[in-house]
Nanobody
Framework: QVQLVESGGGLVQAGGSLRLSCAAS????????MGWFRQAPGKEREFVAA????????DYGDFVKGRFTISRDNAKNTVYLQMNSLKPEDTGVYYC?????????????????WGQGTQVTVSS
């Protein structure tokens, strides 16, 4: 079964940290672009980070500014998002996604597989 399953969300105070995980199955994980997006209520889905293992490429949303780190363990078919110095505006549902084209990695339309999302809530 081809799927992505996120975990690790929760409630954290501003300034705290969370690590999200996304376990992939049924796809060639090592060759896939793995991305993280987020969506706050009433807002569009926003690019957070992406990784392509074959080229060693990573990309981050402009708002990240060194606070988040994407990493992956190909042996476990898992991608992680380490989030530090969290702010209330980071609150939202975080989605993991898999795609194959790096050129427009920040566009949700470039991804063809999505997880169900995990809620992140940052209190002030």
């Amino acid at each position: 079964q081809v799927q992505l399953v996120e975990s690790g969300g929760g409630l954290v105070q501003a300034g705290g940290s969370l690590r999200l995980s996304c376990a992939a199955s049924g796809l060639t994980f090592s060759r896939s672009i793995m991305g993280w997006f987020r969506q706050a209520p009433g807002k569009e889905r926003e690019f957070v980070a992406a990784s392509l293992w074959t080229s060693g490429s990573t990309d981050y949303g402009d708002f990240v500014k060194g606070r988040f780190t994407i990493s992956r363990d190909n042996a476990k078919n898992t991608v992680y998002l380490q989030m530090n110095s969290l702010k209330p505006e980071d609150t939202g549902v975080y989605y993991c996604a898999a795609g194959n084209i790096w050129i427009q990695v920040r566009m949700p339309e470039e991804y063809n597989l999505w997880g169900q999302g995990t809620q992140v809530t940052v209190s002030s």
